[in-house]
């Protein structure tokens, strides 16, 4: 089909690619484990082939007038946080702490689409419903560590809990809507 239709943001799937190849530097540096390294390699090449399949398998569909949130403004603040609050000043601490602030903020050029378009398709909700379950888990996860290991990353903590707010207003809609069989769709100023 040559139309378009309200989809997947490529400009969040590229924050995406972004937030996973700035993560995992450490491949070049520290060996985990066979496993640890094969899921992190799987992850960026997933990532890079979503943005290849948006953008250029499937441009004639990509909705690029509706995907128009300005990147600059999540990178530039990020990039500076990234500098000022970090564990240590190397530059792969700088990359690890810039990959966590900006999957915080990576999935606003989604919201952005839905809020400019006024409506997603149902698979697109199912999608971001698990992304943002995927961070809760997160927290979860957290605290569990806290209770378990004695552990705590305030950069990771207050980031997830950041993005996990973004998710709040999206997780009511489709408990609401989806889940009820409705199509998702936001009431449109006149």
Known sequence: SSSCHPGISGKSQILFALVFTTRYLD???????VYNTVMKVIFLICAYITVYMIYVKFRKTFDSENDSFRLEFLLVPVTGLSFLENHSFTPLEILWTFSIYLESVAILPQLFMISKTGEAETITTHYLFFL???????IANWVWRYYTENFYDQIAVVS??????????FFYLYVT???KGKKLSLPMPV
């Open 177 to 179: 809507k989806v889940l």
């Open 27 to 33: 491949l070049f540096t520290t060996f985990i484990s």
């Open 160 to 169: 997830g809990v950041v993005q996990t707010i973004f998710y709040c207003d």
């Open 132 to 138: 943002g379950l995927y961070r809760a888990l997160y």
